[in-house]
């Protein structure tokens, strides 16, 4: 299970004196117990994998934000943080298999324009499951039905 897997890592990095890892590693932790809590029952792989799809995405918009404010040290710590953990999603898949993905979906459900891009995405995201980006599926999608 991912849970147990990502408190094994918290623990063999407390024992290492590892700070910065354990610091990313709670964090992803927070944000499961904040689930469970609000949805009032265990949460599954899946879910931790939109959880932690989520966290990568807040971290990845950080580092934007902040390159753009021209703050480099808060740069590299997030960049450090995204590297710890992107470890705990499944490999993500290349921008050729995911474009290889939409187009058997949208072939699949013959969309055509713009106005299907809603059902397209549903299905890709469902077929992916946190392998892939929702913003390169958009990017993707967007492409192809033009």
């Known amino acids: 299970m991912l849970l147990q897997k990502i408190k094994e890592e918290l623990t063999r990095c407390m024992k ?20 469970e809590v609000n949805n009032k029952k265990e949460i599954g792989d899946d879910d931790i994998i939109k959880i932690v799809s989520k966290y990568v995405k807040q971290l990845k918009d950080s580092i934007s934000q902040f390159k753009a404010g021209g703050r480099n040290d808060l740069v590299e710590k997030e960049h450090n943080e995204l590297k710890i953990v992107e470890k705990f999603l499944p490999k993500q898949l290349s921008y050729i298999e995911i474009e290889k993905i939409v187009i058997d979906i949208i072939k699949s459900i013959g969309a055509t324009n713009m106005s299907d891009m809603g059902k397209v995405i549903k299905n890709v995201m469902d077929k992916t499951k946190g392998t892939a980006d929702g913003k390169t599926i958009s990017d993707i999608i967007r492409k192809l039905l033009i």
């Open 16 to 35: 290492q004196g590892n700070k910065e890892n354990v610091l990313a590693i709670r964090n992803i932790l927070e944000k499961i117990k904040l689930e």
